[in-house]
């Protein structure tokens, strides 16, 4: 046990065993073999990071938006500057291809910082103004105060980023809970903010980082001083969240699963279509609630394109962190592999699948590149969310059944629409019921624009200053003049 790699909490600007020394053992899904520990935290340990976080509050709420913007900025270029140890700590924690990792996950981190650095100066409230006899009104805008923030385990360094950046840009502090598998990139990015923090001579209690279980969620969600609870997760857990927070009426932000259609019309390029397909459904073994996991295809051109993108993923490699010509790794933890066989495992008799459908190897989690066909609405596989390497194939017949195939699952986060018609490109933009459409392509995204969904995909928005807003609280205040 000497060799495994030990992790700990960050508390208040130090790193902290559990309180009562109990850990979690952290897994390397490329061999499913124990690297490292991490803290299982507790009650006292929940508290103490909170009362950090309330302690460090008022001094960092009234700091000024140069201030903040200074610390975010400082952040991203030590983020850009520690890169490789931040990719090392992903990889090692995740199986992700090395190269990909470095060139599609930190360019994008670093520019989601600095562009919340920039928000941190448009932090405003409405003009002022009289809109009663002898009364000015003005609008505030403030942080709303101690954050409880949990992050999913598909995209553990680039998650916490979207909880932790928006939230001090506003003002706020921050409790940070990484998944129970995927710690170690957080602890990291906690040693970076807290240098930060130390380096300009501000409370470091700004930024916590705790380890744990649902159970170390739930303590953090239910406990007195957050005024917020922020979570990017599935549904399930979304839901607890929820009603958890419910008890003392707490904020709630949900960013919760999904299962994106992807809707191919006759007049598409099939082979620029599969190649788009094929990687935004792959990308990351499907571990992404946007991926490209559940295509509509027109009748008259289904049997060619379901032939071409089969033989995409018969081409498609997964592999180790430093394979070449590698889309994927593996998935992230033997419950998930557990879960995407089952789905392949359960699939009904009219359901074919067109390639892959089992394990790759013998150790870890790798799954194969998998695409189905023949399958019908109704499905398990349709309705409930995979979040594997599995593209599934559907045929219609018109633009009105796609719409209905395509807003007929609980899920309502990203979509997609591939056809040459510009007019139809926009009827379908607006009748598909999902928070991101995208237009003959699937997957981008930037900082300015907001990424959310409706439905049982949550609510509330990351990206963009609509998520920055949504760590903010407005306040009225009239004067009588």
Known sequence: MSDLRTLRNYINGEFVDAADGRTLDIVDPTTGEVYATSPLSGASDVDAAMDAAAAAFPIWRDTTPSTRQKVLLKIADAVETRADELVDAECRNTGKPRALTLSEEIGPMVDQIRFFAGAARLLEGKAAGEYMDGMTSIVRREPVGVCAQVAPWNYPMMMAVWKFAPAIAAGNTVVLKPSDTTPASTVLLAEIIGGVLNELELPAGVFNVICGDR??????????????????????????????????????????????????????????????ISVAGFFNAGQDCTAATRVLVHESIHDAFVEALAKAAAETRTGGVDDEDVLYGPLNNANQLKQVSGFIERLPEHAKVEAGGHRVGDKGFFYAPTVVSGLRQDDEIIQNEVFGPVITVQRFTDEDQAVGYANGVEFALASSVWTKDHARAMRMSRRLDFGCVWINTHIPLVAEMPHGGFKKSGYGKDLSSYGFEDYTRVKHVMTAI
């Open 215 to 276: 159970e170390t969620g739930r303590l953090m969600v239910e406990h007195r001083i957050p005024a917020m609870a922020s979570i990017t997760g599935s549904v399930r857990a979304g839901i607890q969240v929820a009603e958890s927070a419910s008890k003392d009426v707490k904020r709630v932000h949900l960013e919760l699963g999904g299962k994106a259609p992807v809707v191919v019309f006759e007049d598409a390029d099939i082979a620029e279509a599969v190649e788009g």
